[in-house]
């Protein structure tokens, strides 16, 4: 099944068998975990394929083989968190080159490109991805990279890949997609002309909350091989039992993430008739200035959906008290569903001037809707809106 005919398969087909059957010994129909840190050479020169787990590792290769196939790339690493993955990305560029960057991505994004990377000499401009022309403008002789990430955290305004991409392209700039919020079963961002993509696996891939993992997916092969290169001398490749767990996540993907939607969806339209509710963004709603791009460029709308509270009539901390199966945590995409307050919580670390420039306030709150029955979530943010107000 890890041949290579299998990758003109459905997706739903590729995440359950791409990669997956590794066990000669006694063919088992899952992966096995091979947590050995060392690999026994036949003779001087000579292995199995494996010699030192940093370096390569049977399970982790399963998982890798069926990432790159279920985002259309010719190479994938798994990585032991999303901001691994990127930070062994970003060690692609050296002191004096330039970056271009949405200003409303993940905030530990925001934190390596201001805070981290500097320090190397490598600076970036954020801008509002969304507007190709502030993307032209932003563009210097020394641009060698574009980090950009849609739909975006946490008001999920959209980027147009293809026409943000066509312009980096034509510059000769590296473009990087974090392709987390959709997975790869509602956007392949390597289909629109992206050189690389990154997943936090900790989310929908992965999803069910209980392990912190990345990667990295490219198609071109000259470029996979300087990837590879990276993760192998920075040492940020994941553990073999992690990337057995993801693997297992991984097989679930396209139902998961088809509950998710279904979910979101009635949910964003709930929301949008409440009265304590004032604004609600999800791509999925056709009142979404991002709407008709994203029915070009994705599959669906994803199970990510945040809303302005009035806060006139209810403080997020009054809802939050209320709420039973929304939990107030930070991360997403788990078949458990997560509230936040993104000012105070996720994106808390980046500057207060830098948040309202994206476009929230103390008064954005976003949902991780989980695949719990509907009826019940609806239910549980009725009550909490119902809250004694301030
Ligand atoms: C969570 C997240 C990351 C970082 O992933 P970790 O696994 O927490 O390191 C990067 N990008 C996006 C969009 C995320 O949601």
């Given at each position: 099944m890890g041949n290579a005919d299998s990758r003109s398969a459905d997706l739903r087909t590729l995440a359950i068998h791409h990669g997956v059957d590794k066990d000669?010994?006694?063919?088992?129909v899952t992966t096995p975990i091979y947590p050995s840190s060392t690999f026994a050479f036949e003779r001087v020169g000579v292995t199995k394929g494996y010699d030192y787990t940093r370096s390569a590792?049977?399970?982790?290769?399963?998982?890798?083989?069926n990432l790159a196939a279920l985002e259309g790339g010719?190479?994938?690493?798994?990585?032991?968190?999303?901001?691994?993955?990127?930070?062994?990305v970003a060690m692609l560029f050296k002191s004096g080159d330039h970056l271009i960057s949405g200003d409303d991505i993940y905030a530990g994004t925001i934190r390596l490109l201001h805070d981290v990377l500097p320090g190397l000499g490598i600076t970036t401009s954020f801008v509002r991805m969304g507007d190709p022309d502030e993307v032209r403008r932003a563009i210097r002789p020394n641009t060698r990279g574009m980090v950009i990430e849609t739909p975006s955290n946490p008001l999920l305004n959209l980027v147009d890949l293809a026409a943000v991409i066509a312009t980096a392209r034509g510059h000769g700039i590296l473009t990087i997609v974090d392709n987390t919020f959709m997975s790869p079963y509602f956007q392949n961002p390597l289909g629109f002309g992206a050189d690389i993509v990154v997943h936090s696996t900790t989310k929908y891939l992965n999803g069910h909350s209980d392990v912190v993992g990345g990667a990295i997916v490219v198609k071109d092969a000259a470029l996979g091989e300087r990837v590879g290169y990276l993760v192998n001398a920075l040492g940020t490749a994941c553990s073999p039992f992690d990337a057995w767990l993801v693997l297992r996540g991984v097989k679930t993907l396209a139902c998961r993430m088809e509950a998710h939607q279904a979910n979101a969806l009635a949910i964003a339209r709930w929301l949008e008739q409440h009265p304590r509710v004032k604004k609600v963004y999800y791509p999925g709603l056709a009142a979404h200035p991002g709407y008709e791009l994203a029915r070009r460029q994705m599959r669906g709308f994803g199970g990510m959906v945040s809303f302005d509270l009035d806060l006139d009539q209810l403080t997020p901390d009054a809802l939050f008290a209320r709420l039973e199966y929304f939990s107030l945590a930070e991360s997403l995409g788990g078949v458990e569903s997560l509230v936040e307050q993104p000012w105070t919580m996720s994106h808390a670390s980046i500057g207060e001037d830098r948040r309202r420039a994206a476009g929230f306030s103390p008064a954005t709150i976003r949902?991780?809707?989980?695949i719990e029955c509907v009826d019940d979530l609806i239910a549980d943010l009725d009550r909490g809106l119902a809250a004694a107000s301030r």
């Open positions: 000669s010994a006694f063919n088992s590792n049977p399970t982790r290769a399963a998982l890798q083989e010719t190479a994938a690493w798994a990585t032991c968190t999303g901001m691994s993955a990127i930070s062994s949902l991780s809707v989980g």
